[in-house]
């Protein structure tokens, strides 16, 4: 069966402002919704519109639940975040957070399996171009992508225990059982449902047009596609430890956007984030979003939780960790992720990369995936074959925020390489849904910077919610 919380919420719908509307004669609207083209496409803003919301990525499985995680923050012992904060899985709210992280992305994943299977009963004629193959690329891609974050949140890492339960991998909207597999088994089925996507996405996102005699690429950055796809597949593969393919799939972005402004996805551009007007300067590096949610209430968020508004709940780093996360003693304090991504509100200094301010362009948007992650992936797989390259890569990173006059020696062997990513993860993914706490969970480091307890699979695997282990019999 669907886990059983999803059994209550996941929902068919008749268009785009009704998304949430239960019917019980939702068989009769389904076939309704699903009609016409623009149906597939409401049932993918409805996703994505889903996945901004407080439950999942536009707090806890973002700036908040997920990323106080990683302990990039310094947390308010008087404050909400305090029990996640010290990995108190059993404390009532942060058991209620991890039950609502559970429900809303398996509703989501719901949503994603009866848009697949009503593509497969659908005319290919009705779709305009490409859509068809789009439309099941993003919905296949995103079954995937979501599936995989409930693994790197419920199930142990495959180099804690490859042979452990993994998440229920549910491809059919239905009431009937769906067991579970291993953490190996249930990772190849997300690498399965990517490929697919892969190919099916490739129809679309590369396709270019001419403007003024430049070649443009036309690019989604507010939905899963082609590049988007190649990054989970790079960091799915890597989860697993095959680095050859997570290679292959990170080089495909690399190798894609050479140059350091071609169309499509860029480096922030040195203008954009040296404005002097917080609201004219690109502090979360969008040109370098491969996959983001536009996030329509997101000012009332972002200026609470990172701004003197937040009190006890703030989440920052304290100028101390800040300092030290960006090695400011080691005279790396040019870094523009310190420098131009964090600012003053009243007294006190705080993360800014994501503030809301007027008459910005570049509000509300939050990355899921971006380009930067490719290069340390890329570095990773080489560090025991071509570090040299590996160093390079790492490099170029740090040369787009504002280190170019601090590179790493080409002399670096592996250890030293890997100790470096982790200072980068550390530096880049401040506030950015726990990539940091990942970085450690698939490596199963026992240190976690910043917290007093040590990592084990108590503080890695979050525990599955009580109902769906008492009906459906999950354990991990």
């Known amino acids: 069966m669907l886990p059983c919380v999803l059994l209550m919420t996941a929902f068919i719908f008749a268009s785009c402002n009704d998304w949430l509307d239960v ?27 889903k996945m901004t919301t407080q439950d999942m990525y536009g707090l806890n499985m973002g700036i908040g639940f997920v990323e106080v995680l990683s302990h990039t923050y310094d947390i308010n012992p008087n404050g909400t975040w305090r029990y996640v904060n010290d990995f108190d899985y059993t404390n009532s709210t942060v058991e209620a957070t991890i039950a609502s992280i559970w429900s809303n992305t398996y509703n989501c994943i719901a949503n994603c399996n009866i848009l697949l299977r009503n593509l497969e009963e659908a005319d290919p004629k009705m779709f305009t171009g490409y859509n068809y193959h789009i439309y099941r690329g993003e919905a296949l891609g995103l079954r995937a992508f979501l599936h995989f974050d409930l693994m790197r949140l419920f199930a142990c890492a495959p180099s804690m225990n490859g042979n452990a339960p993994g998440v229920p991998y549910v491809t059919e909207y239905s009431t009937d059982i769906v067991g579970q597999k291993s953490v190996n088994e249930t990772m190849q089925l997300i690498i399965n449902d990517l490929r697919e996507a892969h190919d099916e996405l490739a129809l679309d996102t590369l396709d270019t047009y001419d403007y003024l005699g430049s070649q443009i690429i036309s690019l989604e950055r507010n939905s899963f596609n082609y590049f988007a796809c190649c990054a989970t597949l790079a960091k799915a ?10 290679l292959k799939y990170a080089n495909e972005i690399i190798d894609w956007n050479d140059g350091r402004y071609s169309p ?19 502090c979360a590096f969008t040109t370098e979003h491969l996959f983001q949610l536009n996030i329509s209430d997101w000012e009332d968020t972002a200026n609470y939780y990172f701004k003197q508004d937040g009190g006890v709940n703030v989440l920052t780093p304290s100028d101390a960790t800040a300092d030290n996360i960006f090695e400011v003693d080691a005279g790396l304090g040019t870094d523009y992720r310190l420098i131009k991504c964090f600012a003053q509100d009243g007294e006190r200094r705080y993360v800014a990369k994501f503030w809301y301010n007027d008459g910005s362009t570049f509000n509300n948007r939050y990355p899921l995936l971006r380009f930067s992650e490719a290069f ?29 006059l601090e590179p790493l020696s080409k002399e670096l062997n592996a250890e030293q390489i890997q100790n470096e990513i982790y200072k980068e993860y550390r530096k880049e993914f401040i506030a950015e849904h726990g990539e940091l706490f990942f970085y450690y969970k698939r490596l199963n ?32």
């Open 237 to 246: 593969y890597l989860w697993m430890g095959d680095t050859q393919n997570a």
């Open 445 to 476: 480091i026992n240190e976690i910077k910043g917290a007093s307890i040590r990592g084990s699979k108590s503080v890695f695997v979050l525990p599955i919610p009580s109902n769906d282990q008492e009906f459906g019999g999950y354990s991990n």
């Open 264 to 282: 499509g996805y860029s480096w922030v551009h040195p203008t954009s984030i040296n404005a002097t007007n917080l609201n004219e300067r690109d």
């Open 23 to 49: 019917d019980p004669k939702s068989q009769i609207k389904e076939e309704k919704h699903f009609s016409r083209e623009g149906g597939f496409k409401d049932q993918l803003t409805g996703i994505y519109t």
């Open 376 to 404: 340390y992936i890329a570095a990773e797989c080489l560090k025991n074959t071509n570090s040299q390259k590996a160093v390079e890569l790492i490099n170029t990173v740090r040369e787009n925020r504002g280190l170019q």
